[in-house]
């Protein structure tokens, strides 16, 4: 009984072993940095650990029958059994055990995730006191509005670590979905209606990852579903509120300061701004916000979600977007020359409201 | 009439196919087809792990990739795993409850043509713009962004294979329930017969809201309606409600008929009958009631709120218990027995483990809280295929060697069937395990490719791995056919020896009219039954007599060209002007040929007692 | 008992529609096909009450603006009557009394053409009066396919009732038309089912708002 003990924690620590050792602390679900994820992973575990008991049944009569019940001669005939009321009433009754000890905490843990009413609370301004961002996916990329600060920026989400962040999901063109792995699990940005929920980012683990998540679209949504990435920038509560500071004090678009760029600029303003805005106010109506806003792009950690950030690779997306991400809604929208795009390139470098 | 004709040119041979209403022929034609289907979806399958073995990799490009992944899903699903169950329902069914033929021969020939010309109108959009690019799912906001006629020959195709399917799914029902043999009692029907009752039972009432909702998409592509459009006031919720309230009672149309096969085989090859034969029967019944009751665990992620996510999470996991029942009840149908490890038997006993690790990964999918972390990755892609190829694949590969000489009176060779099987597995296991933690670590299901340093690599290169073997093993089963064929050493009634029920009590491949006499049904397993007794043969429960059999008929296929004829139409009505000629033209033809069926009087004909006597002195001479 | 068979009225047994085994095998089958209908009309009418009233802007006109009662209370008459005569009709087919059987279902047909007239004049109706057509909304696209099924089906029967009068008329009735018959009026007798549904779903609870 004693050694059999011991063989009883082997799956518990090989599981875990398993689970915990894969992939990308910035990506991978089974390294949780926050406390939705840590709740679904507590519940991967659970489930997993009664499954892998259920599994080392089957699997022990399994090797048994193999062994033992080998045909021997030609012509044994095996006594014809119809069943057995007492062990078709255990393998029915025990699985309904274990289903009722897993779907207590499933059901306590989806209406946990599922309690957005911090939200719903509105003090005297009429805004919520705890951070709200509005998420709308986009063909390929994604936009974040933060409605009490009253600012927007795209592809980068920034993030105050330790504390809940509430989110209103949707889409404006086709149904994406919105998901950080290490952080919690998607929800889907729809196109009938806003979708809410939750996430809290740890500050431990944010540092770990580098400060920085990734996350990804995970409904299929056209040829670029594959690459539509965005990041996300965990920082502590002082840093976040700085942002803030800094992005509401962007009222006016940047003036470029070299001549390069102040000739990037004027092309711009020509060419790209239709879509493109520069500084942060969420006072544009959505459907007038066509592109990401580019306020803060000097300090993005990638380029069209994917590309590493810098002056070559922003170019040659300006050259050929469809390259790539096929299927973007940029391809064809402008016509600039090598010269032009270097300019352009020149100014977006420097829009940066933090150096 | 095709015992009676002696040697018969091609053209003879391609019309009598074209024209049969005999159950056993339409199930060559779906094993022909939907091996046809499978073989092109495991190259579109073989197109994906390619892509996907390295991290930004260029083989096709992301647009080609997407109708290769939605190629691949439509196509294993609806026209290859499907037909061939059908097809092998066809072929055994109603040997199984010793009838000549099923309820509605016309009717079946009717389903298959439709199922045909289905799938190749679907198919013919790799040839003409480009195949649908909006996953299997075709999740309507997509599928109505999406640009060219991709998306319109996935609902016209579907569509009409779809009628097919329904069809055939009728026949069956009304075939179990009026046409069992004397003495053939529910209770003492073998449980492939079970399964295909209760599939059929599934086709039923799980089609027509995947007829409505591809009617809905079809309107609004085509046709200017609002459907699926909110800012017409429409709401692409209703597509995934519609299309999941048929798609979950699929997965289950697919796998019940794969747990009958395997319940013969099992019993079968361990000489016993199968045990819990009672509790087997209701957990069927019972997976199929309960298969309609969690469509929404496919959209926990939609936002239906948490009670509707706990109902259906509580709901899915029920569904654990019967098919608990089943895995236990196999293992002990093999417990005490006398187990002999043929190619189908290798399949029945590598399933019960494999489709073990899907059952359980679909209670953890079960958990919704978690689930948001699974959805959508390659966390389920790898589940649905533990569950597919490891439970439906495998029952299909296992039927194709067990009943291969039931219908072609010939045996596929058992050593390259045991190669077959062993590169199956270890390449089953070898692409799908792996895509577990893929998922976990963060991999979205539909990515056309994936970025170097993000953990994916390995797991992503190992699959593909895995995938060859597949494809590998496919290949050794195609030449084992062919090499088979060819040999043609023919075998008697019982080719395994260990045959227990009525399909195995009579020839290999059996007369067209099936039974000479009706047998008498003494008790589950009657063939076995009687064996035991020392007899050789089934106890007739009729005198020997006139058979009156079904004419065959060249209008099922008329009605399937005629819908083909008119899909085009449809969907070139806006481009072309000759689509609405064409497509009230192609209606026409559908129209005519039902009415040509309504008022020409088809009584069948007779076989007299005078030349079943005669063909049997033939034989023994 | 053989389809084939020359019947008279004394061998002419109680249940014609399942004397033979075609028959029973047709009339299950049936029941089935009308159970896969069920579910085609359940998830019509589910999508009708979401997408009810769904337009893009104020100035289309909903359900309580387009119904009217007087028109649709005669249109459920007709067809409830018309599933009366259709009994009738059964009624002479299983006494072997072929002619009365063709009178009845003639009537049956006259009604059930009178119904389709009126849902013509209806949509077009709809379509002229208040611009509620296929596409201007959403709810115009659920209204017209819920209701449009119903119609199809309504035609559908019609010609199916007229084909087996006419292509029976001089040889009288036989256990291998009777069935058809029978059917036929089976199949009526769902459209007019159906249609109490959409009586009370689409207009009552449409005026009522």
């Given at each position: ?311 070559e690779n922003i170019k040659n997306w300006l050259k050929d977007p469809e390259s790539v991400k096929p299927g973007n809604k940029m391809t064809g929208k402008y016509n600039l020359s090598d010269e032009e795009i270097d300019a352009v390139t020149q100014y977006l470098m420097g829009l940066k409201v933090q150096e | 009439m095709s015992t009676y004709a002696q040697k018969k040119g091609v053209g003879a041979v391609l019309w009598d196919y074209l024209t049969t209403v005999d159950h056993k022929k339409i199930a060559i034609l779906y094993l022909i087809a939907g091996g046809f289907f499978f073989v092109l979806g495991g190259l579109e399958a073989m197109v994906i792990r390619i892509q996907l073995a390295i991290p930004d990799n260029n083989f096709v490009s992301a647009g080609f990739y997407n109708e290769v992944l939605t190629m691949h899903g439509t196509t294993m699903i609806f026209l290859a795993a499907m037909p061939i169950l059908l097809g092998f329902m066809n072929a055994v069914m109603p040997l199984q409850i010793g009838a000549r033929d099923v309820a509605f021969p016309f009717l079946n020939a009717l389903g298959f043509w439709l199922f045909l010309f289905g799938g190749l109108f679907l198919n013919l959009s790799w040839f003409l713009g480009g195949a649908p690019d909006a996953g299997w799912t075709s999740y309507a906001s997509l599928s109505l962004a999406s640009e060219g006629h991709g998306i319109d020959f996935y609902a016209l195709g579907l569509q009409i294979s779809g009628f097919g399917t329904l069809i055939g799914g009728i026949n069956f029902l009304v075939t179990i329930i009026n046409m069992r043999a004397p003495g053939m009692t529910y209770m003492r029907m073998p449980l492939f017969t079970w399964t295909t009752f209760v599939a059929s039972a599934l086709i039923l009432f799980a089609f027509p809201p995947l007829t409505v909702g591809i009617f809905f998409l079809t309107f609004d592509r085509l046709f200017g309606a609002n459907f699926f459009d909110p800012t017409m006031g429409g709401n692409t919720v209703i597509w995934e409600h519609l299309f999941w309230i048929f798609g979950h009672p699929e997965v289950y149309i697919l796998i019940l008929p794969a747990f009958g096969i395997f319940s013969e ?357 | ?209």
């Amino acid at each position: 009984m004693k050694r059999l003990g011991k063989w009883r924690l082997l799956p518990l620590i090989a599981v875990i072993a398993l689970l915990a050792g894969c992939g990308e602390p910035f990506l991978s679900a089974l390294q949780p940095a926050g406390e939705v994820a840590q709740m679904q992973y507590d519940l991967m575990v659970l489930s997993t650990l009664i499954m892998v008991g259920v599994i080392a049944i089957v699997t022990v009569i399994f090797i048994v029958v193999m062994v033992r019940f080998r045909r021997k001669s030609k012509d044994e005939i095996p006594k014809q059994v119809e069943g057995s009321h007492t062990l078709e009433i255990l393998w029915t009754v025990i699985p309904i055990l274990l289903l009722l000890v897993l779907a207590v905490p499933t059901v306590s843990a989806t209406f946990k995730l599922a309690d957005v009413s911090s939200m719903e609370k509105k003090n005297e301004d009429g805004k919520s006191d705890a951070l709200v961002v509005n998420v709308r996916a986009n063909l390929y990329w994604w936009e974040f509005e933060y409605p009490n600060e009253e600012i927007v920026t795209s592809q980068d989400l920034v993030v105050p670590t330790g504390e809940k962040v509430y989110f209103n999901l949707k889409a404006s063109d086709v149904k994406h979905s919105f998901w950080i792995p290490p952080v919690g699990g998607k929800m889907d940005t729809n196109t009938d209606n806003v979708n809410k929920f939750w996430l809290e980012f740890d500050p431990a683990k944010a540092d770990e990852a580098g400060g920085i998540f990734y996350g990804k679209c995970a409904e299929l949504c056209g040829p670029s579903h594959a690459l539509m990435d965005f990041k996300v920038k965990a920082l502590p509560r002082a840093e976040f509120d700085q942002w803030i500071a800094d992005m509401q004090s962007v009222t006016e678009p940047v003036q470029a300061e070299t001549a390069d760029a102040q000739a990037g600029q004027e092309i711009f303003n020509n060419s790209c701004i239709g879509c493109h805005a520069v500084t942060p106010a969420n006072t544009t109506p959505e459907q007038a916000r066509m592109g990401p806003n580019l306020t803060d792009f000097g300090n993005r950690t990638l380029v069209a979600g994917i590309l590493e950030h810098n002056e070559e690779n922003i170019k040659n997306w300006l050259k050929d977007p469809e390259s790539v991400k096929p299927g973007n809604k940029m391809t064809g929208k402008y016509n600039l020359s090598d010269e032009e795009i270097d300019a352009v390139t020149q100014y977006l470098m420097g829009l940066k409201v933090q150096e | 009439m095709s015992t009676y004709a002696q040697k018969k040119g091609v053209g003879a041979v391609l019309w009598d196919y074209l024209t049969t209403v005999d159950h056993k022929k339409i199930a060559i034609l779906y094993l022909i087809a939907g091996g046809f289907f499978f073989v092109l979806g495991g190259l579109e399958a073989m197109v994906i792990r390619i892509q996907l073995a390295i991290p930004d990799n260029n083989f096709v490009s992301a647009g080609f990739y997407n109708e290769v992944l939605t190629m691949h899903g439509t196509t294993m699903i609806f026209l290859a795993a499907m037909p061939i169950l059908l097809g092998f329902m066809n072929a055994v069914m109603p040997l199984q409850i010793g009838a000549r033929d099923v309820a509605f021969p016309f009717l079946n020939a009717l389903g298959f043509w439709l199922f045909l010309f289905g799938g190749l109108f679907l198919n013919l959009s790799w040839f003409l713009g480009g195949a649908p690019d909006a996953g299997w799912t075709s999740y309507a906001s997509l599928s109505l962004a999406s640009e060219g006629h991709g998306i319109d020959f996935y609902a016209l195709g579907l569509q009409i294979s779809g009628f097919g399917t329904l069809i055939g799914g009728i026949n069956f029902l009304v075939t179990i329930i009026n046409m069992r043999a004397p003495g053939m009692t529910y209770m003492r029907m073998p449980l492939f017969t079970w399964t295909t009752f209760v599939a059929s039972a599934l086709i039923l009432f799980a089609f027509p809201p995947l007829t409505v909702g591809i009617f809905f998409l079809t309107f609004d592509r085509l046709f200017g309606a609002n459907f699926f459009d909110p800012t017409m006031g429409g709401n692409t919720v209703i597509w995934e409600h519609l299309f999941w309230i048929f798609g979950h009672p699929e997965v289950y149309i697919l796998i019940l008929p794969a747990f009958g096969i395997f319940s013969e085989i099992i019993s079968t090859f361990s000489r016993k009958r199968l045990f819990g034969y009672s509790s087997m029967v209701f957990a069927t019944v019972l997976i199929g009631f309960l298969g309609f009751m969690v469509w929404a665990h496919h959209m926990f992620t939609t936002g239906l709120g948490p009670i509707a996510n706990s109902i259906f999470a509580v709901a899915t996991m029920a569904i654990a218990v019967p098919t608990g029942i089943k895995i236990f009840n196999w293992l002990f149908t093999m417990w005490g027995g006398s187990i002999r490890f043929t190619t189908p038997m290798l399949y029945a006993v590598s399933f019960v483990p494999s489709f073990l690790l899907g059952g359980v990964t679909g209670v953890m999918l079960a958990v919704a809280a978690a689930d948001y972390q699974y959805h959508d990755t390659y966390f389920v892609v790898a589940h649905f295929h533990y569950v597919i190829v490891g439970g439906v694949v495998l029952a299909i590969l296992a039927a194709t060697h067990f009943y291969w000489p039931k219908m072609f009176g010939t045996m596929l060779n058992e050593f390259l069937g045991k190669i077959t099987f062993w590169l199956f597995l270890i390449g089953f296991h070898l692409t799908f395990f792996i895509q577990h933690f893929l998922g976990l670590m963060g991999m979205p299901r539909r990515i056309f490719t994936f970025l170097p340093n993000q953990g994916l690599e390995v797991g992503n290169v190992v699959s593909t791995v895995g995938a060859f073997f597949m494809a590998i093993a496919v290949i050794i089963l195609l030449i084992n056919i062919v090499i088979t064929s060819v040999k043609n050493v023919k075998v008697g009634n019982d080719p395994w020896g260990d045959g227990r029920s009525l399909e195995w009590a009579i020839a290999s491949p059996p007369p067209f009219y099936n039974f000479k006499q009706l047998p008498l049904v003494r008790g589950l397993d009657p063939y076995w039954i009687e064996k035991m007794e020392g007899k050789k043969e089934m106890t007739p429960a009729e005198p020997l007599g006139d058979i009156h059999m079904p004419n065959n008929s060249f209008i099922p296929f008329m009605i399937s060209l005629g819908l083909f004829i008119a899909a085009f139409g449809a969907m070139y009505r806006l481009d072309y002007s000759w689509g609405l000629p064409v497509l009230i033209l192609g209606l026409l033809v559908t129209l005519l040929s039902m009415f040509t069926r309504s008022i020409k009087d088809d009584h069948g004909f007779h076989i007299h007692k005078e030349d079943l006597i005669d063909e049997d002195k033939g034989r023994k001479a | 008992m053989h389809a084939e068979e020359k019947m008279t009225n004394e061998t002419w047994p109680a249940s014609p529609e399942k004397a033979t085994l075609e028959a029973k095998n047709k009339f299950l089958g049936f029941w089935f096909f009308l159970g896969g209908e069920t579910v085609l009309f359940a998830s019509l009418f589910a999508t009708y009450l979401a997408l009810k009233d769904k337009v893009p802007t104020a100035d289309h006109a909903l359900s309580k603006d387009l119904f009217e009662m007087p028109l649709v209370f005669l249109m459920t008459m007709l067809l409830l009557t018309s599933s009366l005569t259709s009994v009738y009709a059964m009624h002479h087919m299983k006494n072997f009394e072929f002619k009365k059987m063709q009178l009845w279902l003639g009537i049956t047909v006259l009604l059930g053409l009178a119904f389709l007239g009126f849902e013509i004049y209806e949509f077009n109706h709809y379509v002229h009066e208040y611009h509620h057509s296929f596409t201007s909304s959403a709810f115009g696209s659920a209204f017209y396919t819920l209701v449009g099924f119903h119609g199809g089906h309504v035609a559908f029967g019609l010609l199916w009732i007229i084909v087996l009068m006419i292509r029976n008329s001089k040889r009288g009735l036989s256990l291998y038309n009777a069935p058809k018959f029978y059917l036929a009026s089976l199949y009526w007798h769902f459209i007019d089912v159906v249609w109490v549904f959409i009586f009370t779903v689409v207009y009552l609870m449409g005026m009522v708002g």
